[in-house]
């Protein structure tokens, strides 16, 4: 028998986008036509996590299947070694052709990580300029921290650096499906295509913004609380994104997540776009779709805002997989985190056993894409090592349970089922707490572990000083393309050119030349 051919891979993600806003996990407004199409049709992860609930470290996690404290990338200002595996590497053996359009906040000379091809540059810095310092006690750093601006300033923009930048993402992307098409079709194709929206500030275009109305936008479930009844953590990104600088009123509350959900429809409409031209060049009935976020948004529940904490508008982000040839149509409960995408499209690549070179943090859920039965007991593990900490925290998701810990703060446990929005923190009074934090002591070496954080942090911090001085060479990775060889020029054929670059290919014209 014929082995089935690889499956095209189109890994989209989205930037901040939260799991509780969007139509298939139950939010009854937000509008996500081609994102309903997929989870109606493919495998939705009820409950999937960002393992560290910031951009750099994420998408980090999402490229090599590691926690942070494996790979030194703790934050948005710390080095992606390029000796470690990506998705990119397996596929790439397994004879794919690996690209990127949009943005992966990549750290570092290396901006590739095994893609053969990258087609945009990205949204921000790819140097040491953004390194916390834990010494500070979070102390505000105003020129790059989050502030409370992007909350008072929502409303209709028909253009901003976001918007430029997604729609030159997604015309990269559509273009290259075309040029896969014509002139690579004898390889599969895996193309990851990250956007930067909904991630604030919450200003979008009119076309989507007309799409709500102010009046129907729904108010968090859990209104603002006073500083002093937020946890310890929520308590710290309360101040170093300076949230008790401005009044934000209902009205502002509204506006801010209008502009919000106007944006993840913008999203959606960009994903539609790729799915029609899949589906245009005959690639999409063999195309695996897999979406996700690195990390989900608070807007304003609890009168908090962004992300950076284990929280559910934080931590809990959509992940979902289409296909409908290969894959029946079901929702999974079991907790599965962005740890597992790496060995999930390696194995979607290798086909048959999974193998990789190195032991990760992650499991491939083909599996379960499969049809296996879940596991009631797998733990679903997180670790923070970034701005808004000022010590290592770490999750814990099990069942209906979650439970957080850093050792300067109050333990925190939850029962997802009964408490959904977290009010009721049972760790001073259940007994799993005392077992969870002896299972998160033993796994994680946090002593060893917050030692060489501040270590990275205060060389990474006169390096940065360091490089300002003198000539710079700058990291951001700079997109080449060979105009000489786009279009028409004269080393080439005018109709041979015109031919190639045609699809679907024109009609043989050869039995109507005259004799």
């Not at 098409?181 to 909904?198: G, I, N, Q, W, Y």
């Not at 009631?376 to 970034?386: I, R, S, V």
């Not at 031919?499 to 039995?511: G, H, K, M, S, V």
Request: hydrophobic residues 40%; aromatic residues 10%; charged residues 25%.
């Amino acid at each position: 028998m014929a082995q089935a051919p690889k499956p095209n891979i189109l890994f989209v993600m989205a930037d901040q986008l939260a799991a509780r806003f969007l139509p298939f996990h139950g939010h009854p407004l937000v509008k996500t036509p081609a994102l309903s199409r997929l989870a109606a049709e493919g495998i939705v992860f009820e409950n999937a996590y960002s393992t560290s609930p910031l951009c750099a470290p994420a998408r980090a996690t999402v490229m090599n299947g590691l926690l942070p404290s494996r790979t030194g990338v703790y934050d948005n200002a710390a080095e992606f070694p390029s000796a470690i595996p990506t998705w990119a590497h397996y596929l790439r053996m397994e004879g794919y052709k690996t690209c990127l359009s949009g943005k992966m906040h990549f750290v570092g000379p290396d901006q590739l990580h095994g893609l053969e091809e990258r087609l945009t540059t990205d949204i921000y810095p790819a140097d040491f300029g953004w390194t916390p310092d834990w010494r500070l006690r979070q102390e505000r750093i105003d020129w790059w921290y989050h502030n409370m601006t992007s909350v008072l300033q929502p409303g209709i923009a028909e253009i901003t650096n976001q918007l430029e930048f997604d729609d030159d993402v997604a015309f990269q992307a559509t273009r290259k499906i075309y040029d896969h098409v014509r002139f690579d079709a004898d390889k599969p194709l895996a193309l990851m295509v990250s956007f930067t929206h909904p991630h604030d500030p919450y200003a979008a275009r009119k076309q989507f913004w007309d799409m709500y109305r102010d009046e129907d936008i729904d108010l968090p479930a859990t209104p603002r609380m006073d500083r002093g009844a937020l946890d310890a953590h929520s308590q710290r990104l309360y101040d170093v994104s300076a949230m008790d600088d401005y009044t934000v009123t209902e009205a502002d509350l509204r506006a801010a997540r209008h502009g919000y959900y106007a944006n993840i429809s913008y999203v959606d409409s960009l994903l539609g776009k790729l799915l029609d031209t899949l589906a245009a060049t005959g690639l999409l009935d063999n195309t695996v779709v897999v979406f996700t976020s690195d990390h989900g948004d608070f807007l304003g529940e609890r009168g908090l805002w962004y992300k950076m904490s284990y929280l559910e508008p934080s931590a809990h982000v959509p992940m979902l997989v289409w296909c409908p040839k290969r894959f029946k149509a079901r929702r999974v409960a079991e907790p599965v985190t962005l740890a597992d995408i790496l060995p999930t499209l390696s194995h979607l690549g290798q086909g048959g056993e999974l193998k990789l070179s190195r032991t990760v943090d992650g499991r491939s859920l083909v599996p379960l894409l499969e049809g296996a039965p879940e596991n009631p007991d797998h733990t679903a593990w997180g670790e923070y090592l970034a701005e808004g900490a000022i010590a290592p925290m770490y999750m814990l998701r099990r069942g209906p349970w979650k439970f957080i810990h850093s050792p300067v703060d109050p333990d925190q446990l939850y029962n997802l089922v009964d408490d959904p929005e977290e009010r009721n923190n049972l760790a001073s009074s259940h007994p799993l707490a005392r077992g969870m934090r002896k299972e998160v002591e033993a796994k994680f070496d946090i002593a060893r572990i917050h030692g060489e954080v501040l270590q990275s942090q205060q060389a990474r911090l006169m390096m940065f000083e360091a490089m300002k001085k003198g000539s710079l060479f700058p990291w951001d990775f700079q997109p080449l393309r060979k105009a000489s060889e786009q279009y028409t020029r004269n080393h080439m054929s005018v109709t041979d050119r015109d031919l190639q670059t045609r699809f679907p290919q024109a009609p043989d014209i050869e039995d109507k030349r005259k004799t």
